[in-house]
C-alpha cells in the first residue's frame, strides 16, 4: 500500500480504537471513517479490502485489550480477525458506489451500509449489538435520544453519515452542487437529531419516583464455591447490605448476578436468608444466583417480595458464548408480579439485544433491575448498552455489576448515581429515580429504521451497478 493508504489506515484505526469500547472519546467516532474513506475510491478492490480490513483490526484490538483476560489468546485473536469482515464488506460496496455515483448517493450509502451490516450482524451473532457504533455516544444525551426513535440504528447512522457527507463533498469539492450537497447532508441531519435530543430531555414527562438499592462487593462473592459454609457467608453478608440499603428508604434492592453459587442442599437456607431479610425491611430483594437442580445450571435471578416470597425466579435468556456453555438458558421476559411500579429483571448479556428491551417495554415497565456481572475494562460500555435499551424502551435501569459500575439512570439515560464496584471492599449506591411506562415510537415499531437503511443500502448499491453497466 502507498503511504497515504497507509496513513489513512493508521489514523482511522486509531480513532476507531480510541472511541469503540473501552476507549471510548465520543467524538473520534465521528471523525474515524473519514480518512479510510477519502483513499478508498482510488484503490482496486483487493488493496482497499485490505486497508478497510487492517483499519477496522486495530480498532477492534480495543476489544482484545478489553477481554485479554477473559478470552484465551485464540480466542483474541479471532476477535481481531473476524470483527473487521463486515467493514471490509461495507468498504468495498461503498467504493463502488462511490466510483460511480453522485455526492448524495455517496454520501447516503455509507451510513445505510454501516447500519445495514450491524443489523445482520445482531441478527445472527451470540453477541447482539456488541460493537455497534452508537455506543461511542452514550454518554452524548442529545445524540441518544434519537434511539426512542429509530433504536441504536438511528445513531449509527447519522455517526457514519458525517464522515461520508464530509468525503463526498472533498470528491466533489470542484463541482459547486456535488461539495455543497455533501456539505448539507453532513450538517442538517446532525442539527436536527440535537434540536429533537434537546427538545425531548426538555419535554420529559413528569411520573412516579422510586428509590432503589444497589449492593456490589467483588471480594465477598462466591460464585465458584461448593462450600455450604461460604455460600452462606456470602448470602448473609448481602443481607446486611439489603438492611443497609433499606435504612436509606429503598424499595427495591439489586444484588449481582452469580453472586454466590447455590447447591440443591442448602439452597432453601440460602433463599430463607434473604427472604428474611426482605420481609424483616419491607424491600423487594433482586438476587443474582447460580443455581443447580434437577433441571442443570442455571443463571438467576430470584425476586423477593416485601412479604419475603419468592414472586419470580427469571433464568438468563442471553448466554456469555462459551464462558456460560453449561447453563441452560431461559426462554421469556421477567416482570415482577404485584410491584407498585410495572417492574422488569433482566440478567447482564441480555440488554446487548434490542428484541429483549423491547420485549420489556411491551410488557409495559416502567423500572428494570438488573443484576450484572462484566470483565472489569468493559465496565463502561457494558452498563451504557443497557443503559441504551432504557432509552429506546422508555423505562428506568437500575443496573449492578461486579467487576463494573453501579448504575441508576433515568428514561431519557441520563446518570443519577453511579460508582465502580471495585472502589471499596463493599460498595453501595441508593437514588431516587424516576420511572417510565408506556414505551417508545421504536419500542412499538421495531426495528423499520434498520430495514429502510438496508433497502436503501440495496437501493443506491444496484443503481451504481446499472450505470456502471
Known amino acids: 500500500m502507498r503511504v497515504p493508504t497507509v496513513m489513512a489506515v493508521l489514523l482511522s484505526g486509531a480513532m476507531w480504537f480510541g472511541s469503540t469500547g473501552i476507549y471510548h472519546v465520543w467524538l473520534l467516532a465521528w471523525l474515524a471513517p473519514l480518512p479510510l474513506l477519502l483513499v478508498l475510491p482510488g484503490l482496486r478492490p483487493g488493496p482497499a479490502a485490505l486497508a478497510a480490513w487492517a483499519a477496522a483490526a486495530l480498532g477492534a484490538s480495543n476489544f482484545a485489550v478489553a477481554y485479554q483476560r477473559a478470552l484465551a489468546p485464540a480466542a483474541l485473536v479471532a476477535l481481531v480477525v473476524v470483527t473487521p469482515l463486515p467493514t471490509v464488506a461495507v468498504a468495498l460496496a461503498w467504493r463502488a458506489v462511490a466510483r460511480r455515483a453522485g455526492a448524495a448517493a455517496t454520501a447516503l450509502a455509507y451510513p445505510a451500509l454501516v447500519v445495514g451490516a450491524e443489523y445482520v450482524v445482531s441478527l445472527v451473532s ?7 457504533v452508537a455506543y461511542s455516544q452514550a454518554d452524548v ?37 456535488s461539495r455543497d450537497a455533501g456539505l448539507v447532508l453532513a450538517a442538517l441531519p446532525l442539527a436536527a437529531v440535537l434540536l429533537f435530543g434537546a427538545a425531548r430531555l426538555v419535554a420529559a414527562p413528569a411520573s412516579a419516583t422510586v428509590r432503589v438499592g444497589l449492593a456490589a462487593s467483588d471480594t465477598a462473592n462466591r460464585a465458584f464455591t461448593r462450600r455450604q459454609d461460604e455460600a452462606l457467608a456470602a448470602v448473609r453478608g448481602y443481607a446486611l447490605r439489603v438492611g443497609a440499603l433499606a435504612a436509606r428508604d429503598v424499595q427495591a434492592v439489586v444484588l449481582p448476578e452469580k453472586f454466590v453459587a447455590v447447591e440443591p442442599e442448602y439452597a432453601a437456607g440460602a433463599e430463607g436468608v434473604l427472604s428474611s431479610a426482605a420481609r424483616r425491611w419491607q424491600v423487594t430483594v433482586v438476587a443474582g444466583f447460580s443455581v443447580t437442580d434437577s433441571a442443570g445450571r442455571h443463571n438467576q435471578a430470584v425476586v423477593f417480595g416485601p412479604d419475603g416470597r419468592v414472586v419470580l425466579r427469571y433464568d438468563k435468556v442471553h448466554l456469555v458464548p462459551g464462558l456460560e456453555a453449561s447453563f441452560a438458558p431461559g426462554s421469556a421476559i421477567g416482570v415482577v408480579p404485584g410491584a407498585s411500579v410495572p417492574t422488569g429483571v433482566a440478567i447482564c448479556k441480555d440488554m446487548d439485544f434490542t ?9 409495559g415497565i416502567g423500572l428494570l433491575l438488573v443484576p450484572a456481572w462484566d470483565f472489569g475494562a468493559d465496565a463502561w460500555l457494558h452498563s451504557r448498552m443497557a443503559i441504551l435499551r432504557s432509552v429506546e424502551g422508555g423505562y428506568a435501569l437500575a443496573r449492578v455489576a461486579s467487576d463494573g459500575l453501579l448504575t441508576v439512570s433515568d ?7 453511579e460508582r465502580a464496584s471495585a472502589s471499596g471492599a ?32 440495496l437501493a443506491i448499491v444496484a443503481g451504481a451497478r446499472r450505470r456502471h453497466e
Open 426 to 457: 463493599e460498595v453501595l449506591v441508593a437514588a431516587a429515580v424516576r420511572v417510565g411506562g408506556g414505551g417508545t415510537f421504536y419500542s412499538r415499531a421495531g426495528d423499520w429504521f434498520a430495514w429502510l437503511c438496508l433497502a436503501t443500502a
Open 355 to 363: 428484541a429483549t428491551g423491547r420485549a420489556y417495554a411491551g410488557a
Open 411 to 417: 428514561p431519557r439515560g441520563r446518570i443519577v448515581a
Open 126 to 132: 451470540p453477541n447482539g449489538t456488541f460493537g455497534s
Open 141 to 177: 444525551l442529545a445524540v441518544v435520544q434519537l434511539a426512542s426513535l429509530t433504536g441504536l440504528w438511528g445513531i449509527s447512522f447519522v455517526v457514519s453519515l458525517v464522515p461520508a457527507a464530509l468525503a463526498a463533498a472533498w470528491r466533489g469539492r470542484e463541482v459547486r452542487a
